[in-house]
């Protein structure tokens, strides 16, 4: 309906409400002064501001509903002077103008919490498809996550953000598979370890036979000259499947291998008198390869220094379980870490 304003009007009326009590207040005051009045809510007692009524006069009808507002401006036939007019003190309809007040409001509160509700139960129903979403393309990982959640700190943090966001970054999930793959690379080395236990036995003595699998190859300064030395630790076996270790220098006959690889040499061994599991080898001689290796890179360190590593090139061979056969001559890069 279009309005046709006349003029405004600043009324002598004041209106407001006491909040916790959900209660309207009207007060007339023609003395001037400033657009608030102060009121006691008799309830409660809190102090209630009330405002100062502007009425617009248009040629809308003025009704019921001009009688029971609260706002502080009035745009009806009435330019504001029967505007919040039922909650004067001296009104006969307060009574009910404050219960349907309170009624109205106890409805347009539910049908805020309603549409709260239905905002919230439809955010949520997105955040749990796209949590499904995510567990549905990395399995693996959902999988660890739930595993862990309670006792791994990572893993609690990334779950809460899957929570909350409802997925994870490229760069969280690969994190996650690193998690996956060191887990099971522990676990693989604590069952290895627990095997070597049960199997370990006493180290032999004297020129002995040699055969195992290489766990370290490390390059550390000579005792004995100037420069440095390349040794390796031994995990070997004895025909009846005891293991015990030894640390050697890694002969030139095994310049080419490298962590994993299974060898062969002939040494004289002495027993650790800490560990009688462990040997210390000297004179290695007559070594050789049991399995090729692969071509990888590799980094020798340094013990005792300043950290620094070194890049070798060695010769790649291949050996026979009979003996010794050499492969064409060519160069490259291992990384034998300890």
């Not at 793959?181 to 290895?192: G, T």
């Not at 990888?296 to 026979?320: K, N, V």
Request: net charge negative; hydrophobic share 40%; glycine share 8%.
């Amino acid at each position: 309906m279009h309005l046709e304003v006349a003029n405004t009007t600043r009324t002598a009326r004041f209106v407001g409400r006491c909040e916790p009590c959900a209660r309207p207040f009207a007060v007339d005051d023609p003395s001037g002064g400033s657009d608030n009045r102060k009121v006691v809510c008799p309830d409660c007692e809190a102090v209630v501001v009330l405002s100062r009524i502007y009425g617009v006069t248009t040629t809308m009808v003025c009704s019921g509903a001009c009688m029971d507002a609260t706002g502080r401006a009035c745009d009806c036939a009435c330019g504001g002077a029967n505007h919040a007019g039922s909650y004067l003190e001296t009104s006969p309809m307060l009574t009910d103008a404050i219960a349907r007040f309170r009624a109205n409001l106890a409805k347009r509160q539910a049908a805020a919490a309603k549409a709260a509700a239905t905002r919230a139960a439809g955010k949520e129903a997105k955040r749990a498809a796209a949590v499904q979403r995510w567990q549905d393309e990395h399995s693996a990982e959902a999988d660890w996550l739930d595993a862990n959640r309670e006792d791994d700190v990572f893993a609690s943090s990334l779950a809460g953000q899957l929570d909350a966001k409802g997925t994870l970054s490229v760069a969280q999930t690969d994190a996650i598979a690193r998690s996956i793959e060191r887990q099971a690379e522990q676990e693989r080395r604590e069952l290895e370890d627990a095997a070597e236990a049960a199997a370990a036995v006493a180290a032999p003595e004297g020129t002995t036979a040699v055969e195992g699998e290489i766990l370290v190859v490390r390059v550390e300064p000579s005792p004995f000259h100037y420069g440095s030395e390349v040794r390796m630790l031994v995990r070997a076996t004895t025909l009846d499947g005891g293991i015990y270790r030894v640390w050697a220098t890694k002969p030139a006959g095994l310049s080419s291998a490298g962590r994993g690889d299974r060898v062969h040499f002939i040494a004289e061994l002495t027993r650790s008198e800490n560990d009688e599991t462990f040997a210390f080898a000297k004179r290695p001689r007559k070594a050789r390869l049991l399995v090729a290796p692969a071509l990888r890179p590799a980094t020798f360190t340094f013990d005792g220094g300043e950290g620094s590593q070194i890049r070798e090139s060695l010769t790649s061979a291949t050996h026979a379980a009979g003996g010794s056969g050499r492969a064409s001559q060519q160069s490259f890069p291992w990384s034998l870490e300890s």
